[in-house]
């Protein structure tokens, strides 16, 4: 095996998620709430929620990420938004959710890598966009450190060249 193959690998599995998958979507989804904005959401409502994206992927589609044991360790939700500008579509990643103990040690870099792949291999695909709260500096170093840069919205992005 080459040195860069050994390189890219890692112990992280990205994948669209599944509906088996429902339970740790809906119990991500209310942790990240309530760490990132300190709400209290209401299960049902965000199991349901969950639910229409997984029966309906013109909403979003998550992804989940498994670990070497095959324990589901992180999610996020992406969603599409057409660019006219680009004639095509833009995959806003959203719901990122890392479990604590998982935090700094690529399960990130491994999903957007993943996600990246998706969009150079799809000529419908033109890019990645995300929003992160300016305070999150960890998290607003980390996407820097992918190659996403900042605009003057505050926001970050990755764009296939032509």
């Not at 890692?10 to 760490?35: G, W």
């Not at 959401?41 to 990420?65: F, M, N």
């Not at 607003?140 to 190659?147: H, M, N, T």
Request: proline share 4%.
């Amino acid at each position: 095996m080459s040195p860069n193959a050994m390189k890219n690998q890692t112990p992280f599995t990205p994948r669209e998620a599944r509906s088996s998958d429902h339970a740790f979507l809906v119990a991500a989804q209310i942790a990240m709430a309530h760490e990132t904005e300190g709400l209290k959401l209401d299960e049902k409502t965000v199991a349901l929620g969950v639910g229409a994206v997984l029966l309906d992927p013109s909403k979003g589609r998550y992804y989940v990420v498994k670990n070497a044991m095959g324990e589901t360790i992180a999610c996020t939700l992406t969603l599409p938004e057409w660019s006219d500008w680009r004639n095509g579509t833009v995959l806003w990643i959203h719901s990122l959710y890392v479990r604590p103990e998982n935090r700094g040690q690529g399960v990130y870099r491994a999903l957007y890598a993943f996600l990246k792949e998706k969009v150079i291999a799809d000529a419908g695909l033109m890019g990645i966009r995300l929003y992160v709260d300016q305070r999150n500096e960890r998290a607003c170093a980390v996407y820097e450190k992918l190659g996403m840069n900042a605009d003057h919205y505050q926001l970050y992005e990755w764009m296939k060249t032509f």
